[in-house]
């Protein structure tokens, strides 16, 4: 079954930098796009991130650009998001999730990681 | 970007009744919406993608409908595991998608 785990949150001043891991399972990684979304303490999701199954396209959301960089290890079936220059307003519980169309992306979202806490704060 | 809206913001309902859940979009997004729900301490769960399919695994209780700007979930007959959050989300505009606010299905 498909497995999506991330890992690498915390509490990080503001200013600081994360790196956020997912770890996927239980399906050909190598050919689905994944995403980045986001859920800000009782409040509702936003995308973040979206690669292409190869790593080829990259987009983000406006709130991100030019401070998050999403990647991937296909080789270790890892989805990354780099984090730097974080703000407050960055603080969310930070999902990984599979895009539900194989090679061609749909942008809807399938399956879902359990979620990783970055609270920034100083 | 394309701002979804969703209502009401709490329906508060009993199990066996019949949900109907909004969302509406401030432009044309074809039938590119889906929904999700969303229990609490829980990733969230797809439900329904373009409009009206259900997502793999999702009872036949479920059902969306709509194009356009007016979309609707419609849960037939509440069970006790529904009770949760539901969001739809646009990719009309990809890579911008948008989710909506939220419903908060809860129990009278």
């Known amino acids: 079954q498909v497995q999506l785990v991330e890992s690498g949150g915390g509490v990080v001043q503001p200013g600081g930098s994360l790196r956020l891991s997912c770890a996927a399972s239980?399906?050909?990684?190598?050919?689905?796009?994944m995403h980045w979304v986001r859920q800000a303490p009782g409040k509702g999701l936003e995308w973040v991130a979206f690669?292409?199954?190869?790593?080829?396209?990259?987009y983000y959301a406006d709130s991100v650009k030019g401070r998050f960089t999403i990647s991937r290890d296909n080789s270790k079936n890892t989805l990354y998001l780099q984090m730097n220059s974080l703000r407050a307003e960055d603080t969310a519980v930070y999902y990984c999730?599979?895009?539900?169309?194989?090679?061609?992306?749909?942008?809807?979202?399938?399956?879902w990681g359990q979620g990783t806490l970055v609270t920034v704060s100083s | 970007e394309i701002v979804l809206t969703q209502s009401p913001a709490t329906l508060s309902l009993s199990p066996g009744e019949r949900a109907t859940l909004s969302c509406r979009a401030s432009?044309?997004?074809?039938?590119?919406l889906a929904w999700y729900q969303q229990k609490p301490g829980q990733a969230p769960r797809l439900l329904i993608y373009?409009?009206?399919n259900r997502a793999t695994g999702i009872p036949a209780r479920f059902s969306g409908s709509g194009s356009g700007t007016d979309f609707t979930l419609t849960i037939s007959s509440l069970e006790p595991e529904d009770f949760a959050v539901y969001y739809c989300?646009?990719?009309?505009?990809?890579?911008?998608?948008?989710f909506g606010p939220g419903t908060k299905v809860d129990i009278k």
């Open positions: 999730a599979k895009d539900g169309g194989i090679a061609v992306a749909v942008y809807y979202f399938d399956y």
């Open positions: 239980g399906f050909t990684f190598s050919s689905y796009g």
């Open positions: 690669i292409r199954y190869d790593g080829s396209n990259k």
């Open positions: 432009q044309s997004v074809s039938s590119y």
């Open positions: 373009d409009a009206s």
């Open positions: 989300q646009q990719r009309s505009n990809w890579p911008q998608v948008t």
